[in-house]
């Protein structure tokens, strides 16, 4: 188990940290007088994650001698909305935050895109920070500066680029998620191993995850942290970080954001790997391989939707460009491809995800 914090440089501009380790919300105020200055700082943060995390971040933040005020929202993607942002720019305003002051995302992927969100409008741009709570949010969504909120129309329809000025991981945080949460950040985790190495993936098959989350969150962070720095913008080789999101975000969607995102990818990316060997697009046995690594680590490798609501739901996803839509495609453990297929085919190409 490593006890020792990692850092991990994102070179976009401008540039930040992200240090992961045991024990980094009680010391979180002094790394960021370093990055911020002196100013205030609003801690936005769940129903869930406030009363566990947030008196020891302000604790920290006011002995670091920043000026400290906290918002705190009704937990779950169903609060990741526009009348959710609304509510937390106003909070804003009402705590006369300037140009010079900073936004706290204190939670999972659902406080960090929205805090993120409302720190990128506000002011037309203030500088906001990720302290990241669940393993998701620690391997994926807390890097990279994607920031958004759902519409009534799908996932994530309303959002922005916006890099964070810093990421503090601290791991001692994964310890109060209940099981399926931590579940939820494994998905995104596999997907990165699918997409990185067989090192990596390996983690996963081994036990790893669990023994060591904070060898396995270093190691997704400064893989994404590589694919940000070259795509910052999602142009070309970032989308390749929507493996199995195209039928995930269909399935959450279906699911009317019940089925939470990481449970939700873990069948997509199961989903597409059996119709990407189906199709032979892919080496034979990988579907195999993924679909075990899924269930070893808790999660579901298929969905009771039906190809046709999946294809539906899909077709108002981002990822749609016209008269086609892009998919990423496993080829093998560690080399993934992004295919655009008319979006007349996607309909067959679930069914042969969801048959095989
Ligand atoms: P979440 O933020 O809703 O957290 C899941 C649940 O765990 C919530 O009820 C929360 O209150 C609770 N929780 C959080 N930390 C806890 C802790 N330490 N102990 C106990 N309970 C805790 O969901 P999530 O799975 O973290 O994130 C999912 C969201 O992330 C989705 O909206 C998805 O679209 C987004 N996402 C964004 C990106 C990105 O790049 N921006 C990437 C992947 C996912
Ligand atoms: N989670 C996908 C991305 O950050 O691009």
């Not at 019940?258 to 597409?272: D, F, R, S, T, Y």
Request: glycine fraction near 10%; hydrophobic fraction near 45%; proline fraction near 5%.
């Amino acid at each position: 188990m490593s006890d020792s914090i990692q850092t991990i440089p994102v070179r976009t501009a401008p540039d930040y940290t992200v240090s992961i380790g045991p024990g980094l919300l009680t010391s979180c105020g002094q790394r960021l007088r370093e990055v911020l200055g002196p100013c205030r700082a609003a801690v936005i943060a769940d129903s869930t994650v406030a009363p566990l995390y947030a008196p020891t971040v302000t604790a920290s933040l006011s002995a670091a001698g920043f000026s400290v005020c906290s918002y705190q929202f009704p937990a779950g993607e169903a609060h990741k909305n526009l009348s959710t942002l609304s509510e937390i720019l106003e909070f804003l305003a009402r705590e006369h935050l300037t140009r010079s002051d900073c936004v706290v995302a204190l939670g999972g992927g659902v406080a960090g895109d929205m805090a993120g969100f409302a720190a990128a409008v506000y002011l037309r741009g203030i500088r906001y920070v990720q302290l990241p709570t669940t393993l998701l949010a620690a391997v994926d969504s807390s890097v990279g500066g994607k920031t958004a909120v759902d519409l009534t129309a799908g996932k994530n329809l309303a959002g922005a680029f916006c890099q964070p000025a810093a990421v503090i991981c601290d791991t001692d945080c994964l310890k109060t998620l209940p099981p399926d949460v931590f579940a939820d950040g494994a998905a995104e985790a596999v997907k990165t191993g699918v997409l990185s190495d067989e090192a990596l993936f390996a983690l996963f098959e081994d036990g790893t995850l669990t023994a060591d989350p904070g060898e396995v969150i270093a190691r997704c962070v400064a893989y994404k942290a590589g694919v940000v720095e070259r795509d910052e913008k999602e142009q070309g080789e970032r989308k390749l970080l929507n493996l199995g999101h195209t039928v995930g975000h269909a399935i959450e969607k279906c699911s009317g954001y019940v089925i939470p995102h990481g449970h939700a990818v873990a069948a997509g990316l199961a989903v597409i790997a059996r119709a990407a060997e189906a199709l032979g697009w892919t080496e034979e046995s990988l579907a195999a391989r993924i679909t075990a690594c899924l269930s070893k680590n808790g999660l579901p490798t298929g969905t009771d939707y039906s190809a046709e609501a999946l294809a539906e739901a899909a077709l108002s996803d981002k990822k749609r460009a016209g008269g086609d839509i892009t998919l990423v495609v496993p080829r093998k453990i560690g080399h993934c491809e992004l295919r655009k297929v008319p979006v007349a085919d996607l309909l067959p190409i679930i069914r042969a995800g969801l048959e095989a």
